[in-house]
């Protein structure tokens, strides 16, 4: 019989191939020139592509259960520190940055189940808008700033992983060897995404106008004047996705259960 934890751990491993299949997908998309209506909306958008392609509707709940899945196993990273990141200053900031993930990969599974179910007819890129709500508030421009910041250096933190391969820890040794090699070209993709939507939320919160920041797939649409970057920043994005179907099975995911009953202990 499967625990708990135990499941906790196969949902983590379908939530990588869920991202993975988004990820490809956006990357893919992101090369074709007749799809910048769905680029523009990121994640969001490629979850609607797949509402309409055959056999979506069951990929749909397979992917809402698995990005669920995933956000459980980064809130177990950030709150419990599963995989032992610490409390000192680069710790803390690492399990932030899981908490970060975590919140938006349980967003991405509630959008993936509201598609499933025909809540959600389409995607759209609601980014002005909700920068545009910040904005209005007394401390608005600090916040989106703090957000800003905290992008560019997660930006640094990717290009720093795809040059010295420091997510390979995470990889079983039993991995392919070449797998590596699509780790660092999605990281270093993510690297430059990253950076310009931090860059555009810092701008937003210097001039207060919301039409300045971008989401993902509006930094990815931003870069198709620059011709050869778009196409290598696509490209790594797609790489990326291959690379999360990969890890699915590889990557190293300590068992939550441990963690979780010290804690309960530790509060009772």
């Known amino acids: 019989m499967i625990d708990r934890s135990e499941k906790i751990v196969w949902l983590a491993r379908l939530g990588f191939v869920a991202r993975g299949v988004v990820y490809a997908l956006l990357g893919y998309l992101a090369l074709s020139s007749s799809s910048s209506q769905t680029v523009s909306s990121g994640q969001s958008g490629v979850l609607g592509y797949i509402q309409h392609i055959p056999g979506g509707v069951p990929i749909l709940f397979a992917a809402s259960a698995g990005l669920l899945g995933y956000a459980l196993f980064r809130f ?3 709150f419990l520190d599963i995989e032992n990141r610490g ?3 680069k710790g803390i900031a690492t399990r932030t940055g899981h908490l970060c993930s975590g919140v938006l990969h349980l967003g991405l599974a509630w959008s993936a189940l509201q598609f499933a179910i025909g809540s959600k007819q389409s995607a759209g890129d609601r980014t002005h808008d909700m920068v545009s709500t910040a904005l209005g ?3 608005g421009p600090l916040a989106l700033a703090i957000a800003g910041v905290a992008l560019v250096t997660g930006a640094l933190f ?10 390979m820890k995470w990889v079983s040794p039993r991995a392919p060897t070449w797998s590596c090699w699509l780790g660092r070209a999605g ?4 690297a430059v995404v990253y950076l310009l ?3 555009s ?3 937003s919160a210097w ?5 300045e920041a971008r989401s993902v797939g509006g930094a990815i649409l931003d870069l198709r004047e620059m011709g050869a970057v778009h196409t290598a920043v696509a490209a790594g994005l797609l790489l990326f996705g291959l690379f999360s179907l990969i890890i699915a099975r590889y990557r190293i995911i300590p068992d939550p259960g441990r963690k979780f009953h010290a804690a309960r202990q530790a509060l009772s």
């Not at 990281?187 to 993510?190: D, E, I, K, S, W």
């Not at 001039?207 to 039409?211: A, G, P």
């Open 76 to 78: 177990s990273s950030a």
């Open 87 to 89: 409390t000192d200053a």
């Open 137 to 139: 508030f007394e401390l």
């Open 158 to 167: 990717q290009a720093r992983e795809a040059i010295t391969l420091g997510f």
């Open 187 to 190: 990281y270093a993709a993510r």
């Open 197 to 199: 939507i931090g860059w």
């Open 201 to 203: 939320l810092l701008r």
């Open 207 to 211: 001039s207060e106008n919301s039409s």
